[in-house]
């Protein structure tokens, strides 16, 4: 879905002609942008010449070149190893490098698309300074905002395209800089698509969350409509901030319980056995576990305001919650629904992941041939 029409003036490569370099200050799989690329990565390596994330190497829980995230101290910011990362591109040998956060990893590898002389691209996937609102007090808020605001500003001036995973988007990037705007779809992890599908129970009978635990995906919600529904099963799967208060709920309350930080198989498996999956958050840039449920063809209850909800590929296997709904009337009205309904939406569930999954990974190769071009190696 491209937002522009601006072209390149150098000609395009082919897809098996692409040597593609991610540079991310996210972990592997340990946040929604650890796991995006993740799993695009094992959808490209069949198309592309070759194809590497740079991105931090977990270390133990310290390091003397790591900061933790304000407000969350289970992720971190880690200073790149300068000299790990030059031996790998100089394999490599990128012709488009692609920086996906604005941390420093996003800032190198805009400074070695430069040194390299190949194509620059960026993605925004991450609301930063929506996340400030929930954080910190207005002193602190303006600071981290006017730095955040600052670099992106300036990657995105410097990117030929910057990527985002939903419309809403378009706007605040071009105030950023950015000459073109590409809205790109979200891939699925081989391990949601490949194993079969079970079908589902027909009932309410388990209720499930997963994701980081912390103030913006809304916890109390679906701790309190577990609090009223004690009938049905509530399951919880993550880590973050929250993690002692979701313990003490299940304390508290016998139809709910925690698994603490899930692998993909276990996701998969937690997915699987319950009836629903319930995003609630009070702000989400797209929402990717829904689309890892629907994919496991089971409906999704999700916050009005998430991202997913603009891929109108989606929207029959969705469940809108309203903006200051309760997720606990929101049950009241499913827990009615027949078998039938339930077997309906398993099947536009399923059906709509993996049309969005064949379109995104269509989409990332005409990206990436479009905007890349041979360098200096």
């Known amino acids: ?43 490209l390596h069949s198309h592309v010449a070759a194809v590497e994330v740079i991105q931090p190497r977990p270390r133990g829980r310290f390091s003397i070149l790591s900061l933790p995230l304000p407000g969350d101290p289970t992720q971190q910011l880690v200073v790149p190893n300068l000299f790990r990362i030059r031996r790998q591109l100089s394999r490599l040998r990128p012709n488009i490098i692609v920086s996906v956060t604005p941390g420093p990893f996003g800032l190198l590898g805009l400074w070695m698309g430069r040194q390299h002389g190949c194509g620059f691209i960026s993605a925004y996937h991450t609301n930063f300074e929506g996340l400030a609102d929930l954080y910190w007090g207005p002193v602190k808020k303006r600071v981290i905002n006017g ?5 992106n500003r300036f990657i995105c001036r410097r990117s030929t395209t910057v990527l985002a995973n939903n419309g809403a988007l378009t706007e605040p990037v071009r105030a950023l800089g ?21 079908p589902p129970s027909g009932t309410l009978e388990q209720v499930c969350f997963a994701g980081r635990l912390a103030k913006e995906k809304n916890i109390d919600a679906f701790i309190d409509a577990a609090r009223s529904h004690p009938q049905c ?11 002692k208060m979701v313990l003490q709920a299940t304390e508290e309350l016998d139809n709910l319980d925690y698994r603490g930080w899930l692998n993909r198989d276990a996701l998969r498996t937690l997915i699987d056995e319950s009836s629903l999956l319930v995003l609630p958050s009070h702000m989400e840039t797209f929402g990717s576990i829904a689309l890892e449920a629907l994919s496991r ?16 590929q989606l929207a029959d296997a969705l469940i809108p919650l309203g903006t200051g709904a ?11 629904w027949p078998a039938e309904t339930w077997k309906e939406k398993a099947g536009l569930a399923r059906q709509a992941a ?3 999954n064949r379109e995104t990974v269509a989409q990332w190769l005409a990206v990436l041939c479009r905007h890349a071009r041979e360098g200096r190696g």
Do not use: K
């Open 1 to 43: 879905m491209n937002d522009t029409s601006y072209h390149l003036d150098t000609a395009s490569l082919t897809a098996g002609q692409l040597r593609v370099a991610i540079f991310s200050d996210s972990f592997p799989v340990r946040n929604g942008t650890g796991a995006y690329y993740h799993d695009l990565l094992a959808h």
């Open 147 to 151: 730095s955040l605001q600052g670099v």
């Open 178 to 198: 950015a000459p073109q705007v590409d809205i790109m779809g979200t891939p699925l992890a081989c391990e949601f698509l490949e194993p079969p599908t079970t």
């Open 233 to 243: 099963r509530f399951v919880i799967g993550g880590d973050g901030p929250l993690r």
């Open 297 to 312: 063809g089971r409906p999704a209850l999700v916050s009005e305001n998430a991202g997913i909800h603009h891929w109108p």
């Open 326 to 336: 309760s997720v606990a009337d929101a049950l009241d009205e499913l827990a009615v």
């Open 354 to 356: 993996e049309t969005l």
